[in-house]
C-alpha cells in the first residue's frame, strides 16, 4: 500500500491517504448513471486495491480487457482533529475522465488521465463521522485522439505499445486545511543573481483580511534566510536573498553530481495567528544555452540520458512502492547516465522527488494522442498546462517535450494546423516557464525548437561516426523513413544537437520474448553493439548529449539495459563504463 506523502514537495502535517481497499464494479453497459450508482445504493460485485488501476495485477483483479467505464466506492472517516477546518480530498491521477460524489453530492468533475485534481468536499461530509466516496472513471480505450501515451488501443499490446490504464492510478487522499490557506506557491531560483523568487497563491483571501506570509529558508539544518510580510493580493511575487558562501557570489547550487537541496517552510498568517504551514524543498539550478552550447549553471554539460517508460511488471503505469520508484533513479546513475527522458508518461511527483534528492536531470514529456482533432488540442492543452503546473518547483526538471516523433501530428509536414500547433505548443510552454529548454516535437520534424534532438536507430558504428562528425551531416541526413529533422520552413539554427533516442538493442535476459530496434545474442555481443552504438556519441564533435533507449525491457519490447524486473544484463559497472565513457576535452 502507498502510504508517503504524494504531494513531497508542498506537504502539511495533516493529512491521510485513502488508499487501500475499495468497491469496485465494472459498466460496460453505461447503466450506472441511470440507477443513481453515486448514492451508494447498489451492490459492487469486485474490490480493488487502489491506486493500482484494474489491468495491473496489484489491483487484485488484473483484466486487461476493454472496460472503459468502472466504478469506485469507499467508506471514510475524518479525524476528529480536523473539526472546524475545510477538507480537501485530492486525486493524483485518474484516467481518463473522473467524477466524484461524496455522501450522495457532485463534488468533482476532471479531464486528463495524468494530472492530479482536488474538491473541497466539508459542506457534504456527514456530522456522524461516516463518509462515502463514489467515483465514476471513463475511459475511451479506442480513440486515438485521446492523450494516451504507450496505451495501447487494440485488446494486447504489441511493438512499442502497451497495456492500459483505466481509472485511478495514483495516489487518494485528503486533508485539513482553513479557509484562508496557501493554494500553491512557485518557487523559480535565480542562480546569477543569488535569488529566490516566491510566488504565493491564497485561496479564501479576502482584502480586509491582515495577511502574512512568513518564508524561512534552511540548508542541511542551518538556518539560511527569513522573511515576513504582508500580502495584498491572492497572487503575489517576492524575491528572498541567499547569502553567499566561502567568498564566492554563488549559493549552493544543484547538479546530478551535487544535489543540493534548500528546505523551506511558509507560514500564513491571518490577523498574526498562524493559519497555514506548509513545508517544502527547492534547488538553486540553471538550464540554458549559450552560443550553441547547453549549459548546467552556467557551465557545458554533457547530458548521458536513458529513455524510461516508467512501466512495472504488476503495476503497469503504477509503480509498486516508493523504494521501487527510488531504485530506478539509483540503478539509472549507477549505470553512467546523468538523466533520464521520462517517455510518454507525466510521471508521478515521488519520482521527481527521488530525482531531486538523489540527483538525476529529468526531461518531462507529455503522453501524446495519435490523431489529429480539435477536440484533442483541447484536451491536450488543457492538461499540459496541469503539468508544468504540478512539476514547476522540482530542480531535476530540465526541459519540457509537449510532442514526440510527430504523434499526432502525422502531417505536420504540410498541414498548417499541425505546425502552428506544435509552435502553440512550445510558445505556451515558454510562457509558462521561462527557467526550462522547450522541445517541440522530439526526434524529427522540428518547428520551433530550444534544442536539435534527433532520434536514430542505426547500429553500424561507422555509419554513425560518419553521420555526427558535422552539425551538417547529423541535421541533413536522411533517415527516420525519409522524416527530416525540420519542418514547416523552419532550419538549423545552431541550437545543441543532441541524440535523444538511439539504441534500443533487443536482448533477452528473462522469460520476456518479443521486440527491439536491432538484437544481440550473447553478453559479449550485447556489449559489442552497444559500444558501437554509445562511443560514436561520445566522440562526436558536434553531438552534446545523448538519450539511449531504453532503461528497462516493457513487456514485448526487450530492448532495455536491465529486464523488466530491474535485473541489470550485463554487470552494473560495465554498463558504466561505456555509458560514462571518457569525454575528449577538445570536444567543446
Known amino acids: 500500500m502507498r502510504t508517503e506523502h504524494p504531494r513531497p514537495q508542498f506537504i502539511r502535517s495533516d493529512w491521510a491517504h485513502l488508499n487501500g481497499q475499495w468497491e469496485f464494479e465494472f459498466d460496460d453497459e453505461r447503466i450506472g ?28 483483479i488484473g483484466e486487461p480487457g476493454f472496460h472503459d467505464t468502472v466504478w469506485y466506492r469507499r467508506t471514510f472517516q475524518v479525524p476528529a482533529e480536523w473539526t472546524g477546518r475545510r ?28 494530472t492530479p485534481f482536488s474538491a473541497d468536499i466539508t459542506d457534504s461530509l456527514h456530522p456522524d463521522g461516516t463518509n462515502t466516496v463514489v467515483v465514476l472513471a471513463e475511459d475511451y480505450s479506442r480513440n486515438l485522439s485521446l492523450p494516451r501515451g504507450k496505451q495501447y488501443w487494440e485488446p494486447k499490446s504489441k511493438g512499442i505499445f502497451y497495456t492500459r490504464t483505466t481509472g485511478i492510478w495514483q495516489t487518494v487522499w485528503m486533508e485539513a486545511v ?18 529566490l523568487q516566491i510566488r504565493p497563491v491564497v485561496a479564501g483571501h479576502n482584502v480586509q483580511d491582515d495577511l502574512k506570509l512568513k518564508v524561512e529558508i534552511s540548508f542541511k539544518g542551518e538556518p539560511v534566510a527569513e522573511d515576513v510580510y504582508s500580502l495584498k493580493e491572492a497572487e503575489e511575487t517576492r524575491s528572498l536573498v541567499l547569502p553567499h558562501y ?19 517552510k511558509f507560514t500564513l498568517l491571518k490577523n498574526e495567528r498562524p493559519v497555514d504551514e506548509v513545508t517544502s524543498y527547492f534547488g538553486m ?115 519540457w517535450v509537449p510532442l514526440n516523433e510527430s504523434w ?36 524529427w520534424e522540428h518547428m520551433k525548437t530550444d534544442l536539435c534532438t534527433i532520434h536514430d536507430y542505426e547500429p553500424s558504428r561507422q555509419v554513425l561516426e560518419e553521420r ?97 524486473d530491474r535485473k541489470p544484463k550485463v554487470p552494473l559497472e560495465q554498463l558504466r563504463d561505456i555509458i560514462a565513457g571518457k569525454l575528449s576535452p577538445k570536444t567543446f
Request: proline fraction near 4%.
Open 285 to 399: 539550478r540553471k538550464i540554458s544555452v549559450e552560443n550553441g552550447k547547453l549549459m548546467l549553471n552556467n557551465r557545458f554539460y554533457y547530458m548521458r540520458l536513458v529513455l524510461d517508460q516508467g512501466y512495472f511488471p504488476d503495476g503497469n503505469l503504477t509503480p509498486p512502492s516508493d523504494e521501487a520508484i527510488r531504485r530506478d533513479v539509483e540503478l539509472t546513475k549507477e549505470m553512467g547516465f546523468n538523466g533520464a527522458r521520462k517517455h510518454q508518461k507525466m510521471e508521478d511527483p515521488r519520482y521527481h522527488y527521488w530525482c531531486d534528492r538523489l540527483g538525476l536531470l529529468v526531461w518531462g514529456e507529455a503522453a501524446n494522442a495519435y490523431q489529429y482533432s480539435e477536440p484533442y488540442v483541447r484536451r491536450f492543452t488543457r492538461e499540459w498546462q496541469e503539468a508544468i503546473e504540478r512539476d514547476y518547483n522540482h530542480p531535476c526538471i530540465v526541459a
Open 468 to 564: 555526427y562528425s558535422t552539425a551538417e551531416s547529423a541535421v541533413n541526413g536522411v533517415r527516420n523513413h525519409s522524416k527530416r529533422t525540420f519542418a514547416g520552413g523552419m532550419a538549423y539554427e545552431g541550437q545543441p544537437i543532441l541524440v535523444s533516442e538511439f539504441g534500443g538493442i533487443s536482448f533477452k535476459k528473462s522469460d520476456w520474448e518479443g521486440w527491439g530496434y536491432s538484437g544481440a545474442n550473447s553478453d559479449e555481443d550485447f556489449v559489442g553493439k552497444l559500444k558501437a552504438v554509445v562511443e560514436p556519441m561520445l566522440a562526436s564533435p558536434v553531438v552534446q548529449g545523448f538519450c539511449y533507449t531504453q532503461l528497462t525491457d516493457v513487456e514485448q519490447e526487450i530492448n532495455g539495459l536491465l529486464t523488466y
Open 178 to 195: 482553513d479557509a484562508v490557506h496557501l493554494a500553491q506557491v512557485r518557487m523559480t531560483p535565480d542562480i546569477d543573481n543569488g535569488l
Open 87 to 114: 477538507v480537501l480530498l485530492h486525486f493524483g491521477a485518474v484516467d481518463y475522465r473522473a467524477s466524484v460524489w461524496v455522501n450522495g453530492e457532485h463534488a468533482a468533475v476532471h479531464e486528463g488521465g495524468h
Open 246 to 264: 566561502q567568498g564566492f557570489r554563488r549559493c549552493h547550487l544543484w547538479t546530478p553530481e551535487t544535489p543540493n537541496l534548500y528546505d523551506i
Open 33 to 60: 448513471r441511470k440507477q443513481k450508482w453515486h448514492l451508494g445504493a447498489a451492490a459492487f460485485s469486485r474490490t480493488i486495491q487502489v491506486p493500482f488501476s484494474f489491468e495491473s495485477k496489484l489491483s487484485g
Open 408 to 443: 499526432g501530428v502525422w502531417n505536420i509536414k504540410d498541414n498548417e494546423s499541425q505546425q502552428q500547433h506544435a509552435l502553440a505548443m512550445y510558445h505556451l510552454t515558454r510562457s509558462l516557464d521561462r527557467t526550462r529548454l522547450v522541445v517541440s516535437n522530439d526526434g
